[in-house]
């Protein structure tokens, strides 16, 4: 009864900001690493962030760094994305990982995915 669910996603114009939420339940949320990954139209999922169990880490695509800020909050077992200045090319689905191995950049490292929830941005 794992489940990641994803919200906050939503229509907004090039430059705007949004913030991603993802609730954990049905794991020792403290225990895993966390991440985001998109997927735009006919496209494989990508990587875009990820931040370890204790926040002691975080990573970032390089097309989202200075932008997007990835943090969570263990006691809500909760984990965030901030998505600012964003760009057409961050239109996706966003989905929210949870994993337990020491990488953190590939699909195959995570054990649990959320549902996604769709950011679209207008030019």
């Known amino acids: 009864q794992v489940q990641l669910v994803e919200s906050g996603g939503g229509l907004v114009q090039v430059g705007d900001s949004l913030t991603l939420s993802c609730a954990a339940s049905?794991?020792?949320?403290?225990?895993?690493?966390m991440a985001w990954f998109r997927q735009g139209p006919g496209k494989e999922r990508e990587f875009v962030a990820a931040i370890s169990s204790r926040s002691t880490n975080t990573y970032y695509t390089d097309s989202v760094k200075g932008r997007f800020t990835i943090s969570r909050d263990n006691a809500k077992n909760t984990v965030y994305l901030q998505t600012n200045s964003l760009k057409p090319e961050d239109t996706a689905v966003y989905y929210c990982?949870?994993?337990?191995?020491?990488?953190?950049?590939?699909?195959?490292?995570?054990?649990?995915w959320g549902q996604g929830t769709q950011v679209t941005v207008s030019s």
């Open positions: 049905g794991l020792t949320f403290s225990r895993y690493s």
């Open positions: 990982a949870a994993g337990l191995r020491l990488g953190v950049r590939q699909p195959d490292d995570y054990t649990y």
